[in-house]
């Protein structure tokens, strides 16, 4: 399996401007998590989904973020308008309810995005 | 609430020390614990997993054990290499799928 596809990889843009990052979770996975990471505030949860339905979005900062999930194999989470303070690795996560594997979460190779 | 704590980094050792990195939780019922690391410039990995009291998880030489009369998960390496410096997390997952992540313990491994 080609693991947890996040594109892009970095993203600079300017204070105002629309940015949406994207998640390509592995096949068969039931849950899908969006991390944000920076120095100061560490690992945050931000949303997650099982099934493609929202469960917990307790840690998305603010109205500005917005997340979906249409299709089993596709998640978005958007920063409109973007602000500096929004600088960070995104990360996205899968995981599955059973099997093996059930519960660990694999994780992508993170977007950095960078406000100006 | 549900909570994990780690020790503060950052911790230097000497290749071949042994490292061992705190992690002790709060949590209702019985959590699943986890160890990830994270490479510079990549993901979160897993490590290592123990799902009851007493398991032992192990994987490249790293172990952690669930003690849950200490409720703790220290992560300990015999002989540590150069390439195992990298950001060490503990972790928690308690009755639902999301995980509680401690902060970060980062080590570094001088040759």
């Known amino acids: 399996d080609a693991g947890v596809i996040q594109s892009p990889r970095h993203e600079v843009t300017e204070m105002g401007q629309e940015v949406t990052l994207r998640c390509k979770p592995i096949s068969g996975h039931d849950y899908l998590f969006w991390y944000r990471q920076t120095m100061m505030r560490g690992l945050e949860l931000l949303i997650y989904f099982n099934n493609n339905v929202p469960i917990d979005d307790s840690g998305m900062p603010e109205d500005r973020f917005s997340a979906k999930m249409p299709n089993a194999s596709f998640s978005t989470l958007k920063i409109q308008p973007s602000e500096p303070r929004d600088s960070a690795v995104y990360f996205c996560?899968?995981?599955?309810?059973?099997?093996?594997?059930?519960?660990?979460?694999?994780f992508g190779a993170g977007t950095r995005l960078s406000v100006l | 609430g549900n909570s994990v704590t780690q020790m503060e980094g950052p911790v230097t050792l000497s290749e071949e020390a042994f490292l061992t990195i705190n992690c002790t939780y709060t949590a209702t019922g019985y959590p699943s614990l986890f160890w990830y690391v994270q490479y510079p410039g990549e993901g979160l990995q897993l490590l290592l997993k123990?799902?009851?009291?007493?398991d032992k998880g192990s994987n490249k030489g790293f172990e952690a054990t669930y003690r849950k009369e200490t409720t703790s998960f220290h992560l300990e390496k015999g002989s540590v290499q150069v390439s195992d410096s990298a950001v060490y997390f503990c972790a928690l997952s308690a009755g639902t799928y999301k995980y509680i992540f401690g902060t970060g313990t980062r080590l570094k491994v001088l040759a």
């Open positions: 123990a799902t009851k009291a007493d």
């Open positions: 996560a899968s995981s599955r309810e059973g099997g093996l594997a059930k519960n660990i979460q694999y």
